[in-house]
């Protein structure tokens, strides 16, 4: 079943000054539980890309729809209550909040939704032992490795059982090790949970653990493959 | 809701030494404020009291007296008309009086004095004139003696014991003339009043002004100072008309003057303190929030309404502030409860100016609730200008722009 979709979308920065077609006529659709690696050199409009299917940015052109919701027919608060109990998000820094600890942290969300004490702990345990952090449940970020951050911003994402993820360059700043461990934690996340993955990255090791691929030049969609 | 709360309690910690220097400033500017303040509203309740002891907070008058305080404007006194006015809630005593200027004569000299008509009782119940006797003894009710002041008495070389002539124009044009023997000497913290002024018992003065049975006002005594105003309503209410009411301030306005030059003098001083601590406490509210733009951002993605946000950072602020204020409250309070309880008597030249207006020369403290909450109250007002950058801030933020 199609979850998200991209119809003509397009981008374009300083459209009356130096216009930066940073999206550029855009058709994707993303099926439930994909896990999709949009992969790019810096600056072919990723961010960009991830941002407006995110409802974060606002397409110059075209629609992004999610489960039938027109996202570009919404006002912003609706568009902020949507992101909060539809979408998970990780950065590629600074996701958590630092004076939370780390099951605050992953929790956030479920409790601004005002979700139930019980569901919330339990929720937040299970997935921080399936990050393996059950050991650092009250540590707050400043005390955890950038590994772990990321581990922690991955489990916050899916707390609350999001249509979708969006990963952007999740990885970046990650050494080898914490890059391996982190999509470790993804591809077994997608496969119990079955939530739809979109992460950006041009880190080969990060493409070649996606089941779909597709590469992105210039703001437009070069290949889109299977694996 | 809850959670915004801990967010902000959790998030005012984080950077400890910003918070506590912020909250220090906060203590140190109400600390002080509320201090100075009390300092001098010590010195303004002596003022009014030294006022007022004269003049009572309230006084009924013929409606034509205040303007040229003519012998002729009187009123009856009756058992039934002080009735009337203790009747009215507030007013705890009446206090007749009837006074004229007269000419004050020894054998060698004469000079001009105020000659007072009192109720020997009710006069020293309400001002302790008895205590201000320094030679003689005080006045008792209808005797044919005379009490005067410690500088008229100088001025004409009376002891006690002398005879007093006094001379003046009396009720409807009668000539009013006695002689009195002086029974005491007193002292009067007023310099002025000190120079000029002599008391007979109130019938005596009646019977020297041909006056019998007449006053020209009734001094009132209030149980609660600040709802003079509201008193001075329901009586004039009660006794209609022809009687005018007049207030303390209405009837010493230097008094009013000098506390109200003296309160824009303090307004200028605290305001440039305010500025000060305000203009810190906004330059470190406006650095937390460009540091934490980009967690703003993330914030809104995350899917928080950029209200909540705002929310959270109001919430800092007051929090900081309404801190702050408390631990200022709990500082100053003691403080100025001792000095309230334990006046500094002053001695030389800081003493003569007190004397000179006829004030108690002594520093003490007047505890004020409203001083506390006003302070308190400026400090929130800073919290909230202080709170309207980061708050615009989070208005304007583009998440795609700070999240990169
Ligand atoms: N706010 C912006 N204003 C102007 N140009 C921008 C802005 N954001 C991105 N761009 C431009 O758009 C293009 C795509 O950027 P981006 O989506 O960040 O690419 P990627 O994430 O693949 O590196 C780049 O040329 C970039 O310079
Ligand atoms: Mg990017």
Redesign the pocket.
């Known amino acids: 079943m199609e979850i998200i979709e991209i119809r003509n979308l397009s981008k374009t920065?300083?459209p009356k000054t130096i216009p930066?077609h940073?999206?550029n006529q855009v058709n994707l659709t993303f099926k439930e539980g994909e896990f999709t690696a949009i992969v790019?050199?810096?600056?072919?409009?990723?961010?960009?890309?991830l941002n407006m299917i995110g409802g974060i940015d606002n397409p110059s052109e075209g629609e992004v729809c999610i489960a039938s919701n027109n996202l570009t027919n919404m006002s912003e608060t609706q568009k902020t209550k949507f992101r909060r109990d539809h979408i998970g998000f990780v950065f590629q820094s600074y996701n958590l909040l630092p004076v939370l600890t780390a099951i605050e942290n992953v929790e956030f969300i479920m409790e601004m939704q005002g979700r139930p004490v019980k569901e919330r702990h339990s929720r937040s345990k299970e997935l921080l032992s399936a990050i393996c952090l059950s050991n650092r449940l009250h540590s707050r970020p400043g005390k955890l490795s950038g590994g772990q951050q990321q581990r922690v911003a991955v489990a916050r994402a899916l707390a609350h059982k999001p249509k979708f993820v969006i990963a952007?360059e999740p990885t970046a700043n990650l050494d080898s090790r914490s890059t391996a461990d982190l999509l470790d934690i993804m591809v077994k996340l997608n496969e119990q949970e079955g939530i739809t993955f979109i992460f950006?990255t041009h880190d080969q090791r990060v493409v070649d653990r996606a089941r779909r691929v597709i590469v992105?030049e210039d703001?437009s969609v070069k290949e889109d493959y299977n694996k | 809701m809850n959670q915004l709360i801990k967010l902000a309690w959790r998030n005012i910690w984080r950077k400890k030494r910003r918070s506590v220097i912020t909250m220090l400033s906060v203590i140190f500017a109400v600390v002080i404020s509320v201090n100075f303040r009390s300092l001098q509203w010590g010195a303004y309740d002596k003022m009014i009291e030294a006022g007022t002891k004269n003049s009572g907070y309230l006084q009924v008058q013929s409606q034509d007296y205040w303007e040229d305080k003519s012998i002729n404007e009187l009123i009856e006194d009756h058992v039934n008309f002080r009735n009337q006015i203790s009747s009215v809630p507030g007013i705890s005593s009446v206090i007749p009086r009837l006074q004229n200027f007269s000419l004050a004569a020894s054998e060698s000299s004469s000079k001009g004095a105020l000659v007072i008509g009192i109720d020997p009782e009710s006069e020293n119940q309400y001002n302790e004139l008895n205590s201000r006797v320094i030679k003689g003894s005080y006045l008792s009710e209808n005797e044919n003696a005379v009490i005067i002041a410690e500088g008229l008495s100088n001025y004409l070389k009376l002891k006690v014991n002398d005879t007093l002539v006094l001379v003046s124009q009396g009720y409807h044009a009668s000539i009013a003339a006695g002689k009195y023997p002086i029974k005491g000497i007193v002292k009067l913290p007023n310099p002025q009043m000190n120079r000029m002024t002599a008391y007979l018992p109130l019938t005596t003065a009646q019977a020297f002004n041909g006056a019998e049975g007449l006053v020209n006002a009734f001094m009132l005594n209030v149980s609660d100072r600040t709802q003079v105003n509201a008193t001075q309503l329901m009586l004039q209410d009660q006794l209609g008309p022809a009687y005018a009411i007049m207030r303390w301030d209405e009837m010493h306005p230097e008094i009013q003057k000098s506390i109200n030059t003296d309160t824009t003098i303090a307004t200028l001083l605290l305001s440039a303190l305010y500025l000060i601590v305000g203009f810190g406490i906004i330059g470190t509210i406006v650095m937390m929030a460009l540091e934490r733009k980009r967690e703003f951002g993330m914030l809104q993605a995350i899917g928080l309404q950029k209200s909540q946000i705002q929310t959270v950072i109001l919430l800092e602020s007051l929090m900081l502030g309404v801190i702050g204020v408390i631990l200022a409250w709990l500082i100053a309070f003691p403080i100025v409860n001792f000095m309230h309880n334990n006046p500094i008597p002053l001695t030389g030249e800081g003493a003569k100016s007190f004397e000179a207006m006829g004030v108690e020369p002594v520093i003490q403290f007047a505890i004020k609730p409203h001083l506390f909450a006003l302070m308190g109250l400026i400090i929130f007002l800073i919290m909230l200008v202080a709170s309207a950058f980061p708050l615009t801030m989070i208005r304007k933020l583009k998440m795609?722009?700070v999240i990169?």
């Open positions: 920065y300083n930066v940073a999206v790019g050199a810096s600056g072919s409009g990723k961010t960009t890309l952007d950006s992105f703001g | 795609s722009e990169k």
